[in-house]
Structure formats: structure tokens, C-alpha cells
């Protein structure tokens, strides 16, 4: 069964920058696409960002484009996300999740199984 275990999230200011970090265990994921996401309460959860095998792909939100980065390191099983020029609207619950496919962790991400606890992150104005 797929483990994902989010870190770094935390308390920011507006214009600061956080650093995610995703560890997934249980499978193999150099073969894998991963992506992020993130939900405030009361909201759907939302795709952030997501990058294919060998990171040759990534696509990005709206709202993330121009001040996220997603990167993985395979080695490591692991995905990571720099937030840079935080917003309020920033602030929610992120997550990292896998998949098959870039369709599976982007339009289809819905349908993902064994989401994390996530990690918070608040942007204070």
C-alpha cells in the first residue's frame, strides 16, 4: 500500500516562501508521475502541481504558475514543492499524491487512493 508523508509546511508571511517535501513508500514511483495539491476547508481539493517520469513534464495551476517550482528526486521516492511570494489564498492543507499517468495526478486526480495527512500552510497578511 502507497505511504505518502508531507513536510515543511508551517506559518509564513505574505512574500515569504516555504519548501514541501513528500516522501512515498510502498511502491515504485521512478515510473510514476506525482503531483501536489492542496484544500481548504469547506473547498474541493485542488491540483497545484504536477510533474511526469524523468520530470520531462510539468504543468502548474493557474495560481501557481510563476511562483511554484515542483521537482522530484527519485532516488528518494520523493516530490517536492518551492512556494515562492506566498499569498493569503495559499494558505490550505497540502498534499502530495502519485500516479500512473499525468492525466491520473492532474484531470483525473480524483480518483487517487491513500492520501496523506498533509502538511498546513498559513500565509498571514
Known amino acids: 500500500q502507497v505511504q505518502l508523508v508531507e513536510s515543511g509546511g508551517g506559518l509564513v508571511q505574505a512574500g515569504g516562501s516555504l519548501s514541501l517535501s513528500c516522501v512515498a513508500s510502498g511502491g515504485t514511483f521512478s515510473t510514476a508521475a506525482m503531483g501536489w495539491y492542496r484544500q481548504t476547508p469547506g473547498k474541493q481539493r485542488e491540483m497545484v502541481a504536477g510533474i511526469s517520469v524523468g520530470s520531462r513534464s510539468r504543468v502548474y495551476a493557474d495560481s501557481a504558475k510563476g511562483r511554484f517550482t515542483i521537482s522530484r528526486d527519485n532516488a528518494k521516492n520523493s516530490v517536492y514543492l518551492q512556494m515562492n511570494d506566498l499569498k493569503p489564498e495559499d494558505t490550505a492543507v497540502y498534499y502530495c499524491?502519485?500516479?500512473?499517468?499525468?492525466?491520473?495526478?492532474?484531470?483525473?486526480?480524483?480518483?487517487?487512493?491513500?492520501w496523506g495527512q498533509g502538511t498546513q500552510v498559513t500565509v498571514s497578511s
Open positions: 499524491n502519485v500516479g500512473p499517468s499525468m492525466n491520473a495526478i492532474t484531470t483525473a486526480f480524483d480518483r487517487l487512493l491513500s
